[in-house]
């Protein structure tokens, strides 16, 4: 038997409640949990409230990513792409494998001159006979519209939830998924701003549509996270045009992260459209927690940052418009 195993208790094991500060409580935890688990100071774990009042502790993936690149296998060009890839991707450690040959000083140098233009970047040079892989540089095709479409696609199985009233379900790998999508888009705009001279995607080049999309992640994160909070309260409420509220509210959430990357007049007019039969429908919502009404409120506060996102944007494309036709102009 495993010397640490805790063996299960219908009581549990307990531990007395102690105050930190003000308004903050804390509880110690078990000594062979944290040794079972591996957790050490510093690390962070995930709580999961349960509905019958228990607590789910989870320690987080702390183990540190590694990749090993073959420099004969890639080539100069793919490893360059490789390197900024593992970059993007958060990895934390990345091993370039050199052989000893006539031009190692010049690949050293110039991985010195890579290394630069990435700050924190943990870079390193190994011997042969290392683990290689060699499709990491594909990942540099990711744009932030994909990161954009598969967060979507996570706040749309929360909605298919809700349509199918299935609000017992845990959502925890859901949430854990978004997280890491959410970051690694962070990852690629931070990245976008540090590298202008390379176009990493049409329109974000510019710092201020890096900027908005910073913006309207950050608020599409907030979405997810407050669909998710609002799931077990549907459970035991009454609302009579859910269904109808429910496919209001994809239209509008469509629109506004369409409006994005399609910033025409017609789609932004669309999305005020759908705002407005939204916001009717949910205005005299019957709701004596105000549980629902304040989901809303902050629902079109999240609405008006991509709205505003969106009318920069368009505004931004008249502006370049109008300079290219004066451009246009002066050379004729």
Not at 195 to 208: C, K, P, R, T
């Amino acid at each position: 038997m495993d010397e640490f195993f805790m063996p299960h208790s219908e009581e549990g094991s307990t531990r007395k409640v102690i105050s930190l500060g003000k308004a903050s409580f804390a509880i110690i935890l078990p000594k062979e949990w944290i040794i079972r688990q591996k957790v050490e100071k510093g690390n962070e774990v995930v709580l999961f409230p349960q509905k019958n009042g228990q607590l789910t502790i989870q320690k987080t993936g702390v183990t540190k990513k590694r990749v090993v690149l073959d420099s004969e296998i890639f080539g100069q060009d793919l490893l360059d792409t490789a390197i900024q890839s593992a970059y993007i991707l958060n990895i934390d450690d990345t091993i370039v494998n050199f052989t000893q040959d006539e031009n190692f000083d010049d690949e050293m140098n110039h991985l010195a001159d890579i290394s630069k233009k990435f700050a924190g970047l943990s870079l390193s040079i190994s011997g042969p006979d290392e683990v290689t892989l060699s499709n990491l540089f594909n990942m540099m095709k990711l744009r932030v519209k994909d990161i954009f479409d598969q967060l979507l696609a996570i706040l749309w199985l929360l909605v298919d939830q809700i349509e199918r009233q299935d609000f017992d379900r845990d959502n925890a790998s859901q949430m854990i998924q978004m997280e890491g999508k959410y970051r690694l888009g962070v990852r690629l705009l931070i990245f976008a701003l540090r590298n202008q001279h390379l176009e990493f995607e049409a329109g974000l080049s510019d710092i201020v549509q890096v900027l908005g999309s910073r913006v309207a992640l950050r608020s599409l994160r907030s979405l997810i996270l407050l669909v998710n909070n609002l799931i077990p309260y549907l459970k035991d409420a009454d609302i009579p045009k859910l269904p109808v509220i429910v496919k209001n509210f994809r239209k509008l959430t469509e629109y506004a992260v369409k409006c994005l990357f399609n910033s025409e007049l017609s789609s932004i007019k669309q999305m005020l459209e759908y705002e407005h039969d939204l916001n009717s429908l949910t205005e005299n919502l019957d709701n004596s927690t105000d549980i629902l009404r304040n989901f809303f409120l902050a629902y079109f506060d999240i609405i008006a940052s991509f709205k505003e996102v969106a009318v920069t944007r368009y505004i931004e494309s008249l502006e370049i418009l109008e300079e290219e036709e004066g451009k246009s102009l002066d050379t004729e």
